[in-house]
């Protein structure tokens, strides 16, 4: 009987793995600041009400508590078998989107939603190198994986899929990306669950920083005052000269 069992719940996971799936929309902005749409749909049968409650609660906490972040949208809703999750998050500097997530203690004892949370979001850097902006981030499903759909979990993935697409205000320098649009101002990542489940999804970008117009204003005003100050030191220097020159 516990055999049968088992086998009728592979069954059941074959037959609803493929509906696991994860969309991720990240808009930069040239002032600084971002905005993140996530949307996950993940079966029923491995996500229970209870679950999902747990997981929205979560994202409340450990994100809307964030500081210098604003969570927009935060529900989970049960669609032609799945539950979907969707949350929102805005912020004005890009910044605060590296370490969103705080590290828990590894002694306490993690709940299945905060365990889904950490894993879906995983981990954000962003760095400042000279006139560019440098962010990288780590997706780490395999742990996740592995305690939910067994150590042979991968065969059951069929052809689930996380995708991400980041939107900027002028071209990527570089990037990992798999797809390019918009002359270099779209980036998309594909990743396939069954490939994630033994190594991190990775993503990587580096853009320039923009330089709002009013910079360019200043500039062009320093320089204007730069030129009509040494005109005024020549135009001293010159009478000067002719005043000794008068006396002699």
Request: aromatic share 6%.
């Amino acid at each position: 009987m516990k055999y049968l069992l088992n086998a009728l719940l592979c069954a059941a996971l074959l037959l609803l793995s493929s509906c696991i799936d994860g969309d991720e929309e990240i808009f930069l902005r040239a002032d600084g600041g971002a905005r993140v749409l996530a949307i996950y749909r993940v079966p029923t049968l491995l996500l229970s009400v209870q679950d999902a409650e747990d997981l929205r609660s979560s994202i409340k906490k450990e994100v809307g508590s964030a500081k210098n972040l604003k969570l927009l949208t935060n529900k989970v809703e049960k669609h032609q078998g799945n539950r979907v999750i969707t949350f929102e998050i805005e912020t004005d500097d890009v910044m605060a989107l590296e370490g969103v997530l705080a590290e828990h203690d590894p002694a306490l004892q993690m709940s299945k939603g905060d365990k889904i949370l950490h894993a879906i979001i995983g981990r954000m850097r962003v760095n400042i190198e000279g006139l560019s902006v440098v962010l990288s981030r780590e997706v780490q499903l395999e742990p996740l994986l592995d305690e939910y759909l067994g150590s042979n979990g991968a065969s059951m993935l069929g052809d689930s899929t996380f995708r991400y697409t980041v939107h900027l205000p002028d071209a990527a320098e570089s990037s990992n990306a798999h797809e390019v649009f918009n002359e270099g101002r779209t980036l998309k990542w594909t990743h396939k669950l069954i490939d994630s489940s033994t190594s991190p999804i990775i993503m990587t970008l580096t853009a320039p920083i923009p330089i709002p117009w009013w910079v360019f204003v200043l500039a062009a005003l320093f320089l204007a005052a730069a030129i009509w100050s040494c005109y005024v030191l020549m135009a001293r220097s010159r009478g000067q000269k002719y005043a000794a020159g008068s006396k002699k």
